[in-house]
């Protein structure tokens, strides 16, 4: 088994070296590109050197751990213009889900989160802490869904949506590319591109450029 290079050195980092534990992975250490955290420890892991250094550990797997969709794209992005880094996906032993789930590569899941049947996860998605996904659902990439989501059956999330804590969505709905529901939003018609959502009901309130 390889030992992992966990991505970022901000909180959720902290997080994903102690769920990496949980899955009985050994973390190498951690890259980052704020210089003034190298040689710290986060989490018991060391922080190695900047993101591009990844080269120097390519007998490793990869696992980035940085919440925000876009921020996460950018970080593969520059990873993958410099060679082909074996990235890894780590799910909790306390998650369930069916036969009928599958996910990509680089997708964290989270203690305490339930998938129930063909629910179909792109590459470097997060779901956090105790996550709740209905049947027939499919994420794009690069989605990110924070701790205590409830996702009904049949949704779509496009590549690089946001869901903010303890938001609840609709059956059938479609979050499109780039979207965000708020936290606690409760989502019961459908976002399209770029655009927050927030609130009970969800309303939208700007669209990001």
């Given at each position: 088994m390889k030992d992992l290079i966990v991505i970022g050195g901000g909180g959720f980092a902290k997080e994903v070296i102690w769920l990496a534990n949980?899955?009985?992975?050994?973390?190498?250490?951690?890259?980052?590109d704020a210089?003034?955290?190298?040689?710290t420890i986060i989490?018991?892991?060391?922080?190695?050197?900047?993101?591009?250094?990844?080269?120097?550990?390519?007998?490793?797997?990869?696992?980035?751990?940085?919440?925000?969709?876009?921020?996460?794209?950018?970080?593969?992005?520059?990873?993958?213009?410099?060679?082909?880094?074996?990235?890894?996906?780590?799910?909790?032993?306390s998650v369930l889900y069916s036969n009928t789930v599958t996910y990509g590569k680089g997708s964290i899941i989270c203690a305490g989160s339930i998938l129930t049947a063909d629910v179909n996860?792109?590459?470097?998605?997060?779901l956090n802490l105790n996550v709740t996904v209905g049947h027939e659902c499919s994420f794009g990439d690069f989605v990110t869904v924070a701790p205590m989501v409830a996702v009904s059956g049949n949704v779509v999330l496009r590549d690089k949506v946001e869901i903010g804590t303890g938001a609840?969505?609709?059956?059938?709905?479609?979050?499109?590319?780039?979207?965000?529901?708020?936290?606690?939003?409760?989502?019961?018609k459908n976002i399209p591109e770029n655009t927050i959502f927030a609130g009970n009901p969800a309303r939208k309130l700007k669209e990001i450029s």
């Open positions: 949980e899955c009985n992975k050994v973390v190498r250490g951690v890259l980052d210089v003034e955290t190298h040689g989490q018991g892991s060391i922080v190695l050197g900047k993101v591009d250094d990844w080269v120097k550990y390519s007998d490793c797997e990869f696992i980035v751990a940085i919440g925000s969709p876009r921020v996460r794209k950018l970080v593969v992005d520059k990873m993958h213009a410099l060679g082909s880094p074996d990235f890894t996906s780590l799910v909790h032993p996860l792109g590459g470097h998605n997060i609840v969505i609709r059956q059938g709905l479609t979050l499109s590319s780039g979207s965000m529901l708020g936290m606690g939003g409760v989502l019961t």
